[in-house]
């Protein structure tokens, strides 16, 4: 049974960082395509950044590149994202999710490639 739970939000002020942890099970994490989503009130899930399983990949979305960073660890079955210079809005739920098909360089921005979601966590920027 795939099961993922993220760790490490909170409430941080402007230009802080954050790292959100994911620990992920049921499944071989080296096979997939993983990545972090997140929501903020009133709007759509977003894919924040995501890695492939086979060479490693990496997608970030324009409003955090240059800020974020995501790595996973297939060993201990992990995943980070390492957000610097938080801003407000950044403000969101932060969902860590996998994808159990089949995911291109094209389709890792995508929201609906990921079919299994932790519970959430909460990262809240003030000003």
């Known amino acids: 049974q795939v099961h993922l739970v993220e760790s490490g939000g909170g409430s941080v002020h402007a230009g802080e960082s954050l790292k959100l942890s994911c620990a992920m099970s049921g499944f071989r994490l080296e096979y997939y395509a993983i990545g972090w989503l997140r929501q903020a009130p009133g709007q759509k899930r977003e894919v924040v950044s995501s890695i492939s399983a086979t060479d490693g990949t990496t997608y970030y979305s324009g409003s955090v590149k240059g800020r974020f960073t995501i790595a996973r660890d297939n060993a201990k079955n992990m995943m980070y994202l390492h957000m610097n210079n938080l801003k407000p809005e950044d403000t969101a739920v932060y969902y860590c999710?996998?994808?159990?098909?089949?995911?291109?360089?094209?389709?890792?921005?995508?929201?609906?490639?990921?079919?299994?979601w932790g519970q959430g966590t909460q990262v809240t920027v003030s000003s």
């Open positions: 999710a996998t994808a159990t098909g089949e995911v291109t360089q094209e389709t890792m921005g995508f929201p609906d490639e990921y079919d299994y």
